[in-house]
């Protein structure tokens, strides 16, 4: 079975720019979540999504945003980019939500701010 | 507030050598606990997690880790370590009143010498 997808895997995008990063879940996984992850740091949640709901916000700016489609993909949208953006973005996926479930990785998508 | 620590960004041990790196948490409600791998340029991959019952926790690879409540801990131990357990290895938490969200450690780089 396909693991969590994502796409691009790299991409490089000027200052001011807006990004889009997309993420397929393990299939039957509904909750996607999304996390920055910054070189040398550990991750830092930014969104999850349950049932195309939002079930949590982390502590990042409104030029973040995400949305979850009826087949429980996801995108991620970052406006007005920063240099501070240039991060690993992570998507993980879980058959339900609820904290002690074990959430599973994609590959991430390296996006680079110039 | 909630927190993890991991104690030293980086370990060094011998091939064959016993592996512990350590995580401490900061809550005053249940923690679930988990240990991620991550190798050079690639997702996050769970070793194991502890979320009720028996407080020692086996994992893959040869992992284990034991649950100290009382000293809010979560070691990550292996009796001998081989080269391809080099990679960084992030501990986290989740706990009931998280909002579904893990909460990072910075993650401790693992380096075994031949």
């Known amino acids: 079975d396909a693991g969590v997808t994502q796409s691009p895997t790299h991409l490089i995008k000027t200052r001011g720019q807006h990004v889009t990063l997309r993420c397929s879940p393990i299939?039957?996984?509904?909750?996607v979540s999304w996390y920055q992850q910054v070189l040398g740091q550990g991750p830092q949640f930014i969104f999850q999504?349950?049932?195309?709901?939002?079930?949590g916000r982390g502590n990042f700016p409104d030029r973040f945003s995400a949305r979850q489609f009826p087949n429980y993909s996801s995108e991620l949208n970052v406006n007005a980019l920063l240099l501070g953006d240039s991060a690993l973005y992570l998507c993980a996926s879980s058959p339900t939500t609820g904290s002690g479930n074990t959430i599973y990785f994609g590959e991430g998508s390296w996006l680079t701010v110039v | 507030a909630q927190s993890v620590t991991q104690l030293g960004s980086h370990v060094s041990v011998s091939e064959g050598a016993l592996v512990l790196l350590r995580c401490n948490y900061s809550s005053s409600v249940p923690p679930y606990l988990f240990w991620y791998v991550q190798y050079p340029n690639q997702g996050l991959q769970l070793l194991l997690k502890?979320?009720?019952?028996a407080t020692l926790v086996k994992g893959i690879n040869g992992f284990e880790a034991e649950f100290k409540k009382s000293e809010t801990s979560f070691h990550l131990t292996k009796p001998s370590a081989h080269m391809s357990d080099a990679a960084e290895y992030f501990c986290a938490v989740s706990f009931m009143d998280s909002n579904y969200q893990l909460i990072w450690g910075a993650g401790t780089k693992l380096i075994i010498k031949p």
């Open positions: 299939s039957g996984h509904k909750s």
């Open positions: 999504y349950y049932e195309k709901e939002e079930r």
């Open positions: 502890y979320t009720t019952g």
